[in-house]
């Protein structure tokens, strides 16, 4: 990305740029101070407009926070009901279909939408995403970034069985509801504050053929203050930069779960609110599949969402003996372990792996063996 090495080197001589005019202005304006004093007093001046917007944006954001959660609280909303039948839904980005695809593997809805441009022919064209059932639909959702915990716990519902297929029309979008993320939602935050972390704000509305009207808004809850000392990054919202949060860890930095806002919409909020396979044969079936797989972290990680998400029965305790007698099995194992004690003091995590602990004992037995 050759343009974001620019505007990195664009920004960083913008600021050296300004703050060396300001140390000038102020050295001109001492120097002129006993011979031309108005003069003097113009050169300090100008420094000093600068430093007083930024002083105006920095204590407007005090108390900014509760301001827009008023404003957000405010706004009508037009939710989903239980008795509502929703089929379709439309996307702005190929990987929020990605990220949405269980709820087309499950059967929560018929299909995912997403409009783009070729840019070869300048066309529009319309990209669907309906269910597929296969064998390599083990790999569902591995092209952009692994599934949250949650999504696979629904995926395991199926034993990993159920993916996406692709088709193209040149038909526009005809949907149910849609998906407006970043600077495509109509109720943007303009104020003077920064938004924290990933600041990408998600919102979910019926189509036009629906009324258009809000079902749910998400953006990062924290408002922070501009950063200091000040810097010219002449974003979106202003001239000042907001403070950088790297960290993942760091708990005021909070990136969007677009699968977890979209079912919490759609009134799904745990597995169990999500169908299930009636064939008992998947969890065998899936555990054969996913055998290869256990040299990833997400090939473990969905064994365990499977196990969690199905009763033990005999035939699953010799596929996973089988599979744990290999030398990838003792991470597997590992993880096992971890997660069951995480389920014993966390909630949501009993509530994603209500069955794991019911294999604990096959588990102990390889993390004690040699």
Same mark, same amino acid.
């Given at each position: 990305?050759?343009?974001?090495?620019?505007?990195?080197?664009?920004?960083?001589?913008?600021?050296?740029?300004?703050?060396?005019?300001?140390?000038?202005?102020?050295?001109?304006?001492?120097?002129?101070?006993?011979?031309?004093?108005?003069?003097?007093?113009?050169?300090?001046?100008?420094?000093?407009?600068?430093?007083?917007?930024?002083?105006?944006?920095?204590?407007?954001?005090?108390?900014?926070?509760?301001?827009?959660?008023?404003?957000?609280?405010?706004?009508?909303?037009?939710?989903?009901?239980?008795?509502?039948? +929703?089929?379709?839904?439309?996307?702005?980005? %190929?990987?929020?279909?990605?990220?949405?695809?269980?709820?087309?593997?499950?059967?929560?809805?018929?299909?995912?939408?997403?409009?783009? @441009?070729?840019?070869?022919?300048?066309? !529009?064209?319309?990209?669907?995403?309906?269910?597929?059932?296969?064998?390599?639909?083990?790999?569902?959702?591995?092209?952009?970034?692994?599934?949250? %915990?949650?999504?696979?716990?629904?995926?395991?519902?199926?034993?990993?069985?159920?993916?996406?297929?692709?088709?193209?029309?040149?038909?526009?979008?005809? !949907?149910?509801?849609?998906?407006?993320?970043?600077?495509?939602?109509?109720?943007?935050?303009?104020?003077?504050?920064?938004? #924290?972390?990933?600041?990408?704000?998600?919102?979910?509305?019926?189509?036009?053929?629906?009324? *258009?009207?809000?079902?749910?808004?998400?953006?990062?809850?924290?408002?922070?203050?501009?950063?200091?000392?000040?810097?010219?990054?002449? @974003? *979106?919202?202003?001239?000042? #930069?907001?403070? @950088?949060?790297?960290?993942?860890?760091?708990?005021?930095?909070?990136?969007?779960?677009?699968? %977890?806002?979209?079912? $919490?919409?759609?009134?799904?909020?745990?597995?169990?609110?999500?169908?299930?396979?009636?064939?008992?044969?998947?969890?065998?079936?899936?555990?054969?599949?996913?055998?290869?797989?256990?040299?990833?972290?997400?090939?473990?990680?969905?064994?365990?969402?499977?196990? $969690?998400?199905?009763?033990?029965?005999?035939?699953?305790?010799?596929?996973?003996?089988? +599979?744990?007698?290999?030398?990838?099995? *003792?991470?597997?194992?590992?993880?096992?372990?971890?997660?069951?004690?995480?389920?014993? %003091?966390?909630?949501?995590?009993?509530?994603?792996?209500?069955?794991?602990?019911?294999?604990?004992?096959?588990?102990?037995?390889?993390?004690?063996?040699?």
């Amino acid at each position: 990305m050759e343009w974001l090495g620019y505007a990195i080197i664009f920004q960083f001589v913008i600021n050296v740029l300004f703050y060396v005019s300001m140390g000038l202005c102020f050295y001109l304006g001492f120097l002129f101070w006993s011979v031309r004093q108005r003069l003097a007093i113009l050169f300090l001046t100008i420094p000093m407009l600068p430093l007083l917007h930024y002083s105006v944006i920095l204590t407007s954001a005090w108390g900014a926070q509760e301001r827009r959660a008023a404003e957000i609280a405010s706004w009508p909303r037009t939710p989903i009901w239980a008795d509502q039948q +929703i089929t379709s839904i439309e996307v702005p980005l %190929e990987a929020d279909a990605e990220t949405l695809g269980p709820l087309v593997a499950s059967g929560i809805i018929k299909e995912i939408q997403r409009e783009f @441009r070729l840019y070869s022919s300048g066309t !529009t064209i319309t990209r669907t995403y309906s269910v597929s059932e296969r064998e390599e639909c083990i790999d569902f959702l591995s092209i952009h970034w692994p599934p949250t %915990e949650f999504a696979r716990a629904v995926l395991a519902r199926f034993g990993f069985l159920r993916c996406l297929k692709e088709n193209e029309s040149p038909t526009p979008p005809s !949907t149910d509801i849609e998906i407006a993320r970043g600077k495509q939602i109509q109720h943007a935050y303009q104020g003077a504050a920064c938004l #924290s972390g990933h600041g990408y704000p998600l919102e979910l509305y019926w189509s036009d053929k629906r009324g *258009s009207n809000l079902i749910d808004f998400w953006e990062p809850p924290d408002l922070l203050p501009v950063s200091f000392p000040p810097v010219l990054a002449f @974003r *979106s919202g202003g001239i000042w #930069s907001c403070p @950088r949060l790297h960290s993942h860890n760091n708990k005021r930095y909070h990136f969007p779960d677009l699968f %977890e806002f979209v079912t $919490g919409a759609m009134g799904y909020i745990s597995p169990d609110d999500f169908p299930k396979s009636p064939d008992a044969t998947i969890p065998v079936r899936a555990l054969k599949l996913l055998r290869s797989k256990l040299k990833s972290q997400e090939g473990n990680l969905r064994v365990l969402a499977l196990l $969690g998400q199905w009763r033990i029965t005999p035939e699953i305790s010799v596929e996973l003996k089988s +599979i744990l007698s290999e030398k990838a099995g *003792s991470r597997l194992a590992e993880l096992a372990l971890l997660t069951i004690s995480r389920a014993a %003091e966390d909630e949501r995590t009993k509530e994603l792996y209500p069955y794991l602990p019911a294999y604990r004992s096959i588990f102990e037995t390889k993390a004690m063996g040699p």
